[in-house]
């Protein structure tokens, strides 16, 4: 079974500066699904960025950006210019190709608290 | 385009009784998805449906169960209520279950906060 890591419970980063979040996952396939949700103190999951594995190319929305590292099974994702509104609970997501359906697999997710 | 909604947004419940939640996709979304989020256990998947039929299910108990109808409507039912059960309940939809990435992504509802005492 797929299982999904977040070894930072707690983030913190002063407004307008850069800071990356990570993501580490483990599995036997070459072909998935990654994704970053944020879930603010309303706790609605929204999606931030999604990643096809078997593309080369980071995804890139806005001021979100991903490091996409397959061999290293690595998925970080880096928020630039922090807002306020960026301070929420980030989960990493892995969705398989080979289980029917489209169910997620989540990290234990890291907090983001944004300084002004 | 309206997101997707669940009701009731929150809810007390006692040891033993039973809950229906209910869950509307985005219109056009054919597949629900039900997580449960737990400050100890984080977000576990329970099951999918789509076309009405059972997809895929998580590693939970029978007194988990669920439906959907027609109209991608989806329902989840949990009989005989534990302390443990206390959880916040989010809802998925998104428009398929078939290979091709972006008909597949998932959108959430802003759950249900069930409380069992």
């Known amino acids: 079974a797929q299982t999904v890591t977040q070894s930072q419970p707690e983030m913190s980063v002063q407004e307008a500066e850069t800071v990356t979040l990570s993501c580490t996952y483990d599995t036997s396939e070459s072909d998935y699904y990654l994704f970053w949700y944020k879930q603010p103190p309303s706790r609605q999951m929204i999606l931030v960025i999604r990643?096809?594995?078997?593309?080369?190319q980071n995804a890139t929305e806005n001021r979100f950006s991903v490091n996409f590292q397959k061999a290293a099974k690595s998925f970080s994702l880096k928020i630039s210019d922090s807002q306020l509104g960026d301070a929420a609970m980030y989960f990493c997501a892995y969705r398989s190709p080979m289980e029917y359906g489209n169910k997620l697999v989540f990290g234990a997710g890291t907090i983001l608290r944004v300084k002004s | 385009k309206a997101g997707v909604t669940q009701t009731p947004r929150y809810l007390i419940k006692t040891r033993g009784q039973q809950v229906t939640l209910s869950c509307s996709p985005i219109s056009g979304h054919r597949s629900v998805s039900w997580y449960q989020q737990t400050p100890g256990q984080g977000l576990q998947f329970l099951f999918e449906y789509f076309s009405e039929t059972q997809r895929n299910k998580g590693n939970f108990p029978g007194r988990f169960s669920g439906r959907q109808f027609s109209n991608s409507r989806s329902e989840m039912n949990v009989s005989t209520l534990e302390l443990g059960d206390s959880a916040l309940y989010l809802c998925?939809?998104?428009?398929?279950?078939?290979?091709?990435?972006?008909?597949?992504?998932?959108?959430f509802g802003p759950g249900t906060r069930l409380l069992v005492l």
């Open positions: 998925a939809s998104s428009l398929s279950v078939n290979r091709g990435g972006a008909r597949e992504t998932q959108y």
């Open positions: 990643q096809e594995a078997y593309k080369q």
